[in-house]
């Protein structure tokens, strides 16, 4: 590459940032100031400034590179090696143990035996690793030179998304969801959390911090339903969360803080990237099990030298060059995946004996045994009791649960436009069940007369309301059947079994990601000392970012390239909305069930008629001027006060 920058030798030569440069910046550590010595972006300093081309410091042309697992952050890798690195595109070989590429994110069936789909995307705006690829692959339904953004962006500026049921109880009534209902010293708890730092998490889940009048709020019924969490699960990443969506939080009730694809995960966002590499050359080696790393460890490093792969069954062994490159995803939410149908339940019972056996979480505790830096995977495959819920996917012909559908849709199902908004949740489901339709067809070759309806549960050790069995151990007819007693169309029952396909996925780690977790439990992304190895995905560290969301799976990919590329540029931190004053006033009084909060009248006062008056949250009506302003506010702060003191 000297050839390239030639003309900048001296700057170059003289610089201490060149080929040493920071690829994970981290904003929580970082005090923002200009001096002589900063050089480089803010951590989390978005635009078009960053959008510079990073230059290796020297060619990688000659280089191999072996991805193992095709999902959205292994092709997220292959895409970046190319437009970054300056690999050719025929240098990259994908090695998938399954039949089929996409890893978690999947999208199949037909109309004749059903669709299935894992699972779906909550997507937003701020996820920039992801809008960065995208808005350079080419559209899947669009021409050039329309990339898969600009068919976002059209379809969600011009249709938004909210709810009008995102609660429903007593047999199918929509149950008020206006209100957080968050009490004083809940509100409190989880402004501390906001303000402790992430060292001090180590190891507790959520129910050891929080109290049960939080547990039993609407506001965590929203936001363990939206994001799948349990009370069991890591405090830590629930913190992680919080700072990373908190300019969305009063879209949390009604969803409008979200934006959904056309079509299912698979075709939207699989498809058109999967197209794109392929058309540039890359290989796919499906079928290919990695059983192993061979791994030539002493004192200046770690050096892979070698994959163990299994191929149709015989054991073939890749050898790795000097500046070859091999990148694991490791870990698989998705892994041991049970399928059932209308009339057969995906499994038996819930056996925890052999977790974290299948091949999907072998490669990655066969790294840990070599050495501490890769992380201990028990602590994340270890609990399937604690880890594993189950979904079922409904393809409808019109039957009275399409009726009842339409009761809580936006717009009509077949209209093409938003229809639920995301899920509506039976809040007095002993499985704490929820359904959503999105926009419909959520297949390209879906049929007119057809809809696709997605249903998922996070309790699964507890018998149903009507169907006394815990949901994996039931077949889709009674999913079916538990459904309409909730909808309260039970008398109508047959009637939807005849028109409804049930296919149901019961997964086993699905949730492993949000399991209590300590400082060295999840290896870098570049492990210390590792010369050729990256590791992607859902179970490796990231200073700031969140688990299970396609942004921090590609978040990932993009820190391997430049980390093992020593590329001239970084990775910002997730986007600041966290540090804006806006967001932060227009969270503290969303908390408060947007009632005032201890100050704002003073804020009002001192804003009013000056240019950052809009900075404060709007309210509905027009605050009363009170006669002493003084009492006003001390009536607020007792108010404040006793509510803390309970």
Not at 28 to 46: A, G, H, V, W
Not at 301 to 321: A, C, D, S
Not at 339 to 364: F, V
Not at 440 to 453: A, I, R, Y
């Amino acid at each position: 590459m000297k050839t390239v920058t030639s003309k900048f030798d001296k700057v170059l030569n003289a610089s201490p940032e060149y080929g040493h440069v920071n690829h994970q910046p981290d904003s929580s550590k970082e005090k923002q100031r200009n001096t002589p010595q900063k050089s480089m972006p803010f951590s989390d300093q978005i635009g078009n400034y960053q959008r510079n081309k990073g230059i290796p410091t020297q060619s990688f042309t000659d280089s191999k590179v072996y991805i193992i697992g095709s999902g959205i952050a292994g092709m997220s890798t292959a895409y970046y090696f190319i437009r970054d690195g300056k690999i050719p595109a025929e240098n990259i070989t994908f090695l998938e143990q399954l039949h089929i590429d996409g890893g978690s994110m999947d999208g199949a069936g037909n109309a004749k035996d059903g669709y299935i789909i894992r699972g779906g995307r909550e997507m937003d705006m701020t996820y920039e690793n992801l809008w960065d690829i995208f808005q350079d692959i080419p559209a899947l339904e669009m021409p050039a030179p329309y990339s898969v953004l600009d068919e976002y962006r059209l379809l969600n500026d011009n249709d938004p998304n909210y709810s009008k049921a995102r609660l429903i109880h007593n047999q199918g009534l929509v149950k008020d969801f206006s209100k957080f209902g968050l009490n004083k010293k809940d509100q409190l708890a989880i402004i501390k959390l906001l303000l402790k730092k992430k060292e001090e998490l180590d190891d507790l889940s959520i129910q050891d911090y929080f109290s049960e009048s939080f547990l039993n709020s609407n506001f965590w019924t929203f936001w363990r339903t939206m994001f799948a969490f349990e009370n069991w699960h890591s405090l830590l990443e629930l913190k992680l969360y919080m700072h990373r969506f908190l300019h969305a939080i009063d879209g949390l009730n009604d969803l409008s803080a979200l934006v959904f694809p056309k079509y299912n995960q698979y075709d939207t966002f699989i498809t058109p990237l999967r197209n794109f590499l392929k058309e540039k050359g890359v290989q796919i080696n499906l079928n290919t099990l990695v059983k192993d790393l061979d791994i030539h460890i002493n004192t200046e490093g770690k050096v892979v030298e070698g994959l163990i792969t299994e191929q149709n069954g015989e054991e073939i062994k890749i050898p790795i060059r000097e500046n070859d490159f091999v990148i694991v995803t490791t870990g698989s939410m998705t892994e041991d995946t049970s399928y059932g149908t209308n009339k057969k339940a995906p499994i038996l019972g819930i056996d925890n004996s052999n977790s974290g056996e299948s091949a999907g979480w072998k490669l990655w505790k066969n790294l840990a045994a070599k050495s501490e830096i890769f992380g201990k995977p028990e602590k994340f495959c270890g609990n399937i009791e604690k880890s594993a819920w189950e979904s079922a996917t409904l393809t409808c012909k019109p039957s009275a649960l399409v009726e009842k559908l339409k009761e809580y849709s936006v717009n009509d199902p077949y209209s093409g436009k938003t229809v639920t908004g995301g899920i509506i949740t039976i809040t007095d489901s002993n499985w704490l069940m929820s359904f959503t339709c999105n926009r419909q067809p959520h297949f390209p070759e879906q049929p007119n007369d057809v809809l696709v309806l997605w249903v998922y549960s996070l309790l699964m050790d507890r018998e149903g309301n009507y169907i006394k069995k815990a949901m994996p151990e039931c077949t889709g007819d009674e999913i079916l059947a538990e459904l309409c007693y909730h909808l309260g169309i039970s008398d109508q029952l047959e009637n939807v079994q005849q028109n409804t396909i049930v296919r149901t996925a019961f997964m086993p780690y699905i949730t492993s990601m949000f399991m209590p977790r300590a400082k060295g439990d999840r290896p870098a992304v570049v492990p210390e000392g590792c010369k050729n190895l990256g590791l992607i995905g859902q179970f490796v560290e990231t200073n700031n970012d969140v688990v299970f969301t396609m942004e921090s799976s590609v978040r990932t990919a993009r820190i391997a390239v430049y980390q093992l590329l020593h590329l001239n540029k970084q990775v910002p931190d997730i986007n600041p909305l966290q540090y804006d004053i806006r967001h932060l006033l227009k969270a503290t009084k969303t908390l408060n069930d947007d009632q005032p909060f201890l100050g704002e009248g003073i804020l009002r006062k001192i804003l009013k008629g000056t240019y950052y008056e809009h900075i404060l949250p709007g309210t509905d009506t027009e605050e009363v001027e009170h006669e002493s302003f003084i009492i006003e506010q001390f009536k607020k702060f007792k108010d404040w006060m006793k509510g803390i003191k309970g």
